[in-house]
Structure formats: C-alpha cells, structure tokens
C-alpha cells in the first residue's frame, strides 16, 4: 500500500488511500477484516507495506488494525514505485509459513472454503470484460495453469482481485529473489506475476477463490459506488450505521447511510447510500450517493456523487463535487 493513490486526489494529498473511508471504517481495515473472515484462523502477523512519508500517526493506526486481530503488527517501507514483486520483497523477513497478501485499494465480500491443500490460492472474480483485466486460465481439474494479462482472445472470465493465499510463502521470496537478483522486469517494475509463474513451472498447485463481491477504490467515482454498494451489504447484515448521539432536526435519513459520531443534520435530506463522518454539520441540504469525511460543514448544498474530505466548508449549489481537506468554498 506504498502508492500515494494519484488517481484519488485531492483526498490522497494528505490521506494515504487505503486509509480513506468507505462505509465509515478505512479501506485498510475493511480488507484485513475480510480477508481475516475468510480465513477462519488466527493470524499471527499483519505486514504493511507503505511509503516511509505516511508518517507516524499512520503506522500507529495500521498496527493497531493488527492488535485488534489479536496479531503483531509491522511496518515496511517501499519508497520506489519497482512493482509488487519488489513490495512484497521489502517485507521479506516476514515471509515464512502461511500468508496472505493483498493489495490494499480493494474491498470483497467472499464466503468460500480456502483450499489449504494447495499451494496457493489466487482470488479471482467472475467479470464482464475479461479483457480488461488479468485473468487465470484454468485445467479440466479446475487448477490455474496460466496467468494472462489483458487477453486479446478469450481465455477466462475470472480476473485477479490482487489477494493470494500461499501455504509456505518462503517458496515465493525464494522465487521473487530470483526475479530481483536476474533483473526480471515487465513495465519498468518486478512483478509478482514472475514469482508464481516460476513455482508454476515447477509443479506447484495453484487453485481460484472465487469472491462474490470485488470493489474498486481508484478514482473519486468508483469509491463513491463503492461506499454505496457497501452501506447496501451492511444494512443487509443488520448492521447498526447511525450513531446514537447524532442530532436529528426536521431531518430525513433514507437507508442506507452511514452516520458517525456527533452529527448534526438540520433541515437536510440525507441518503440513499452516504457516508458521513464523525463531527460533522449539515444544513438546508440534500445529500444522495456521497461520501463526507470527518468535521466538515455542509449548507444550502444539493450533492449527488459527491466526495468531501476532513474539515471542510463548503456553502453552495455544485452538484457532483470532490473536495479534499481543510478546503473552504463560501
């Protein structure tokens, strides 16, 4: 989770993507717990892997993510964009035993066994245009043969999520080592991809997890989509999204939203599917499919696809909006 999340700017400017909020909880925390749900086992260590510049207050909250699973938590740095070959190699005193690794600009919703017999599992999911995406290609057994990117001719429709389970990830450092130390590259970077197609040559099980839900966090309006499809799962699972002190005064809230701590809504219409977070003030307004970060003061506003970020003023008539921190327009 090195990468300063260009594509979502103004927000990443001053939050490291995977720390921004969908649904109310950050990315990050969202994906651990997830994954940590499928897996169905203790989870001795989490590892991330960031940019040294997120600074302190930053690895302080990844580690506690960890803590709360009950696991270490530990902090890499990748300050070169070389690739997730090279990422997964800066946290290389970690790879031992059974692990997982992901990419964190990715939400799921998964229910499947894991298949710890073999010696990796690779999520994917079911897509319209396997085009677009790098897909597995699969034996008459169902195990992965093949890993292809952006296939010209059709050879699947399950494309890779970015999350891989490995029974022994030694033997993946041990492959990785090989791609660095032989100067491997594809697109300017090392590539995991060259990793698993070495274990792949030596007869090494590959099988698909097949996830129900793959949610992108990349620009500004997926994550808003994303934060709605997510209020959607939750409320579904009967989860409690408004916070019991918010202030309610000549107020609609249509489900599902997400509402923190300390909200004050007067004359305003909020939902479906917003996120707002804790502190927040919100006047003469109707909100639908948006997303408001924490303290930030809304008025006299009608928003729709809209992203706000942490302290912001904001007084108008835009519509669709992406604003980060500490921004003013009155």
Known sequence: MAGRGSRLRPHTLTVPK???????????????EDIAGVLNQDI??????IHESFGKEVEKELIQIAEKLG?????????????????????????????VIAYADTLIRA???LD??????????????????????????????????KPKEFVSDLAVIGIYYFK????????????????????????????IKQMMQKGMKFVPGKVDEWMDCGNKDVTVETNGRMLHFLNQ??????????????????????????????????????????????????????????????????????MIGNHVIFDGSFKSISIGDYSVLE
């Open 237 to 306: 699972d009967g989860e409690n999204l408004v916070s019991k002190n918010v202030k309610i005064d000549n107020s609609t809230i249509i489900p599902p939203c997400y509402i923190g701590e300390n909200v004050e809504l007067i004359n305003a219409q909020i939902g479906p599917n917003v996120s707002i977070g804790n502190g927040c003030k919100v006047s003469n307004s109707i909100i639908k499919n948006s997303l408001i970060q924490t303290h930030s003061v809304i008025k006299n506003a009608t928003l729709d696809n809209a």
């Open 116 to 149: 710890t017999t073999a010696d990796s599992v690779i999520w994917v999911k079911q897509v319209d245009k396997p085009e677009a995406f790098g897909v597995v290609n699969l034996n008459s057994n169902g195990e992965i043969i093949e890993l292809v990117e």
């Open 111 to 113: 229910d499947f066994d």
């Open 18 to 32: 995977p720390l921004i909020p969908v649904a109310g909880k950050p990315i990050v925390h969202r994906l651990v």
């Open 71 to 99: 696991a270490k938590g530990t902090i890499y740095y990748q300050n070169e964009a070389l690739g997730t070959g090279h990422a997964i190699m800066c946290a290389k005193d970690s790879l031992s035993g059974p692990a």
């Open 168 to 195: 022994d990830i030694a033997i993946l450092k041990n492959e990785l080592q090989s791609v660095l130390d032989n100067n491997i590259i594809h697109g300017g970077e090392y590539q995991i991809n060259d990793g």
């Open 44 to 49: 001795d260590e989490v590892a991330f892997i």
